[in-house]
């Protein structure tokens, strides 16, 4: 079992930064990706960046390429994800999740936990 907890969202004026992190814990993550997804109210849940635990490779969903930046620290089991210039299209509730396949990291099916959600407000 992997438990998956997000913190760090916020409201942030548009042009803002903010930080998320997700902390893993229950199991080793040394074959998953981990992956941030999020949901704006209306809208399908949509794929924002992934990486992989080992290796450490990058993968970005087209709005966020250039002012997003996901990151991992092993020795803390935490999974980040670095916003910058937050546009008011990026509010949504966002969700850490973890693929234990390492594979299809922007299918949100291939991802079998999901933390419970932290909110990002921007303000226009």
């Known amino acids: 079992q992997v438990q998956l907890v997000e913190s760090g969202g916020g409201l942030v004026q548009a042009g803002g930064s903010l930080r998320l992190s997700c902390v893993a814990s229950?199991?080793?993550?040394?074959?998953?990706?981990m992956g941030w997804f999020r949901q704006a109210p209306g809208k399908q849940r949509e794929f924002v960046a992934a990486?992989?635990?080992?290796?450490?490779?990058?993968y970005y969903g087209d709005p966020v390429k250039g002012r997003f930046t996901i990151s991992r620290d092993s020795a803390k089991n935490t999974l980040y994800l670095q916003m910058n210039s937050l546009k008011p299209e990026d509010m949504a509730v966002y969700y850490c999740?973890?693929?234990?396949?390492?594979?299809?990291?922007?299918?949100?099916?291939?991802?079998?936990?999901w933390g419970q959600g932290t909110q990002v407000t921007v303000s226009s």
């Open positions: 990486i992989r635990w080992t290796g450490g490779y990058t």
């Open positions: 229950g199991r080793t993550f040394s074959t998953y990706a």
């Open positions: 999740a973890a693929n234990p396949s390492g594979l299809g990291y922007d299918s949100e099916k291939k991802y079998s936990y």
